[in-house]
Nanobody
Framework: QVQLVESGGNLVQAGGSLRLSCAASGLTFSRYNMGWFRQAPGKEREFVAAIRWSAGTTYYADSVKGRFTVSRDNAKNTVYLQMNNLKPEDTAVYFC?????????????????WGQGTQVAVSS
């Protein structure tokens, strides 16, 4: 049974930082692409960042490029999202996801497994 468990969400002031973690179990973590998505109230879920299983290639949404960094520790079966210079518009529930569709790594369709999400709130 695959489980993805996010943690690290919190309330932070604009300009602050948070690091989200996603611990995976029940899969061969090193062979999965890992993605981060977010969903704000009243909006659709959107891509934030991803890291490929091979070579660790990373991808970012334009809105977070230069502020967020995705990384993974295959020994710990964990993927991270370091978020710096947070803005109120970053407020959302953040989800991690695992998938093997290399050509769909920046879309939700590329992921078969999802976590329950962790809330990030950024105050102005």
């Amino acid at each position: 049974q695959v489980q993805l468990v996010e943690s690290g969400g919190n309330l932070v002031q604009a300009g602050g930082s948070l690091r989200l973690s996603c611990a995976a179990s029940g899969l061969t973590f090193s062979r999965y692409n890992m993605g981060w998505f977010r969903q704000a109230p009243g909006k659709e879920r959107e891509f934030v960042a991803a890291i490929r299983w091979s070579a660790g290639t990373t991808y970012y949404a334009d809105s977070v490029k230069g502020r967020f960094t995705v990384s993974r520790d295959n020994a710990k079966n964990t993927v991270y999202l370091q978020m710096n210079n947070l803005k109120p518009e970053d407020t959302a529930v953040y989800f991690c996801a695992a998938g093997v569709q290399d050509l769909l790594v920046v879309t939700a369709k590329g992921y078969a497994y999802w976590g329950q999400g962790t809330q990030v709130a950024v105050s102005s």
